[in-house]
T-cell receptor, first 113, second 110 residues
Framework: DAGITQSPRYKITETGRQVTLMCHQT?????MFWYRQDLGHGLRLIYY???????DKGEVPDGYVVSRSKTENFPLTLESATRSQTSVYFC????????????FGPGTRLTVL | DAKTTQPTSMDCAEGRAANLPCNHS???????VYWYRQIHSQGPQYIIH???NNETNEMASLIITEDRKSSTLILPHATLRDTAVYYC???????????FGAGTTVTVRA
């Protein structure tokens, strides 16, 4: 289906394990984003990417790694998961020439035990 | 970015107009007002945005005061499916970053 998808939708892992959350969009949008959403903090930007091979830190990047080898994919990796990274993660994308809206994926609920 | 202030929650009757206020008294001349909403367990969804003039689309209307220090999002005929958290965001043109605050939890009641 066209749009933006995230996988897995739910993930339970243990402290210290590496976890990768996937994000895929079919619009060929240049910009892609990763947010996390926690009670009391709203949505916070983790990383963003302006194009393939171009990424930059957002508001809360510590403990996360991103890559963007292809325009349509923007994986987020937790190299050594911690309990504080338990959250709902949203991926989003937007066109390069329009800042009007970001399109969000359905989210991944991650629990770190 | 300028900060916004929104009421924590509000109720609305189904079929009536819902008027959601937002204060952004420190907004700069090049900052737009954006509205997004987030229905439970879903990703945020863009609603509308504006700079100075009032705007309307198929989802809502946006009324911005002349001094631009506040705005109101109007859902003309609220339905139960409009129950969501609504976020008012100010953003510089061509800045891809969105800063979400706490938003307003809108509950539409039958």
């Amino acid at each position: 289906d066209a749009g933006i998808t995230q996988s897995p939708r739910y993930k339970i892992t243990e402290t210290g394990r590496q976890v990768t959350l996937m994000c895929h969009q079919t619009w060929s949008h240049s910009y892609m984003f990763w947010y996390r959403q926690d009670l009391g903090h709203g949505l916070r930007l983790i990383y963003y990417s302006a194009a393939a091979d171009i990424t930059d830190k957002g508001e809360v990047p510590d403990g996360y790694v991103v890559s963007r080898s292809k325009t349509e994919n923007f994986p987020l990796t937790l190299e050594s998961a911690t309990r504080s990274q338990t959250s709902v993660y949203f991926c989003a994308s937007s066109e390069s020439t329009s800042w009007n809206e970001q399109f969000f994926g359905p989210g991944t609920r991650l629990t770190v035990l | 970015d300028a900060k916004t202030t929104q009421p924590t929650s509000m109720d609305c009757a189904e079929g009536r107009a819902a008027n959601l206020p937002c204060n952004h008294s420190t907004i700069s001349g090049n900052e737009y007002v954006y509205w997004y909403r987030q229905i439970h367990s879903q990703g945020p969804q863009y609603i509308i945005h504006g700079l100075k003039n009032n705007e309307t689309n198929e989802m809502a209307s946006l009324i911005i005061t002349e001094d631009r220090k506040s705005s109101t999002l109007i859902l003309p005929h609220a339905t139960l499916r409009d129950t969501a958290v609504y976020y008012c965001i100010v953003r510089v043109a061509n800045d891809y970053k969105l800063s979400f605050g706490a938003g307003t939890t809108v509950t539409v009641r039958a």
